[in-house]
């Protein structure tokens, strides 16, 4: 899956001021990571606000994102959830031909076992040929998917090609790189450490940072992938605050703050989020404006 090598980022769902899609704030947002050095665009994952958008609205989010992005850059589209029933359904029911791969989040509230979580994403990765994303990101499923049973997954399954890790633990992540076959990827889920992942051995990241200012994250990125360390890090010190800024009071609202400030969407999210508050707001802007 060498598409999935580099920077893609999770694209938000741009809201109008009465909380319906912006097809063409969307289609800005699309257009700018393209043409700023994305690598590819992952659809409908958390940054997406996909828990607020309805079955109907999902689908025309995702037809608007296919038709604009025009075969420019490989798509990876989020499936997931706590029914692996369901899951498996959407997986088989979906027309998933415009998409590369799958990205699928380990269950969350349940709180299964290792085990569960194995024969969770044992029994999707058998009901599709599709290449299949495994994500990680204990901090929102309330249970972490241990390198033990990623390895596992990865040897079963040639359709399980990579993980997002996004514990934001750089220690499970080199665990993950050494234990898995060498053609899986590990993917950063956590802006922050993404540098030191990818000097690690990781494969690049799925970003939220990298949609707001792509040029310079997907620049740092292929830095990396290059061992130009130096340089790399530079950048990291650089775009730093910006990543502490946009997770302060939570994603999608820092990142649509900094795309309000952009001029390229407005930041309106659908409750129970909100967006962010004047203090941050300031900072970001100014953090904007400097860079």
């Known amino acids: 899956m060498k598409q999935l090598i580099g920077t893609g980022v999770a694209l938000i769902t741009p809201f109008k001021e009465d909380f319906s899609i912006d097809i063409e704030g969307l289609k ?11 690598d590819y665009l992952v659809v409908m994952g958390t940054t997406a606000e996909s828990a607020t958008l309805t079955i109907e609205e999902k689908q025309t989010v995702i037809d608007a994102i296919v038709q604009e992005n025009n075969g420019r850059l490989p798509l990876v589209l989020g499936i997931g959830g706590n029914n692996t029933k369901a899951v498996i359904e959407e997986f088989q029911s979906r027309n998933l031909d415009a998409f590369n791969a799958i990205l699928s989040v380990s269950p969350m509230y349940n709180k299964p076992t290792q085990e569960g979580i194995f024969q969770h994403f044992d029994a999707i990765a058998s009901a599709t040929d599709k290449s299949i994303v495994l994500y990680n990101v204990p901090g929102r ?14 040897t079963k399954h040639k359709n399980i090609v990579a993980i997002k ?8 992540a080199m665990e993950l790189i050494s234990s898995c076959p060498k053609d899986f990827l590990v ?14 051995g990781g494969a690049g990241v799925i970003s939220v940072i990298g949609q707001g200012f792509p040029e310079a994250f997907s620049k740092l990125v292929r830095l990396g992938l290059e061992r130009k360390v ?13 990543i502490d800024y946009i997770f302060e009071e939570g994603n999608p609202a820092g990142i649509k703050a900094v795309f309000k ?6 930041d309106t999210l659908r409750l129970p989020l909100v967006k962010v508050d004047e203090e ?12």
């Open 261 to 266: 400030e952009l001029n390229i969407c407005d």
């Open 230 to 242: 130096d340089e790399a890090y530079a950048i990291q010190y650089k775009i730093a605050p910006a």
């Open 280 to 291: 941050l707001r300031k900072k970001i802007k100014d953090f904007v404006a400097q860079f």
């Open 187 to 200: 993917i950063s889920g956590d802006d922050m450490i993404t540098l030191p992942m990818v000097l690690a």
């Open 165 to 172: 890790e996004a514990k934001g633990d750089i220690v499970q």
């Open 141 to 154: 499923t309330a249970s972490n998917m241990l390198p033990s049973t990623v390895a596992r997954l990865a």
């Open 28 to 38: 800005k947002v699309v257009n700018y990571s393209i043409e700023n050095g994305i």
